[in-house]
């Protein structure tokens, strides 16, 4: 099932309402190999397919997905950085709080809620 789910995701001739949706069951999914075949859509032109490998992430607390999602929180898509400000936010460590301090002065009130709230928290 991870490899069908990956190769959805993969298909850039797919739309992007399917590849969003095979992005966030691999995320429900939680195989440790679903996080490698989550990051690269961070990347990609549909800002849809961005949000969703963003937010499903939020299985996986793993130094490199960190690293992704702080380059996330300052993509050009408010929906993206909402998604890598929520899952950020519900990682422990301490580097994802070093990620969330980037978007303090985000220009979405809904990204900067998100994390204030999580920096008030710690």
């Given at each position: ?17 399917v590849r969003g949706a095979a992005a ?67 990682f422990k460590d301490l580097r994802a709080l070093d990620q969330l301090k980037k ?20």
């Amino acid at each position: 099932m991870v490899d069908a789910l990956i190769g959805v995701l993969r298909n850039k001739a797919e739309i992007p309402g399917v590849r969003g949706a095979a992005a966030r069951s691999l995320g429900r999914v939680g195989k440790d190999r679903a996080v490698y075949a989550l990051l690269d859509p961070l990347k990609d032109e549909s800002d849809y397919v961005r949000g969703s490998a963003a937010n499903a992430l939020s299985a996986f607390g793993k130094p490199e997905v960190i690293d992704a999602l702080g380059v996330a929180i300052q993509d050009t898509s408010e929906m993206v950085r909402l998604y890598a400000a929520e899952t950020l936010s519900t990682f422990k460590d301490l580097r994802a709080l070093d990620q969330l301090k980037k978007a303090q002065n985000d220009s979405s009130d809904k990204v900067r809620y998100i994390v204030e709230k999580r920096l008030k928290s710690t």
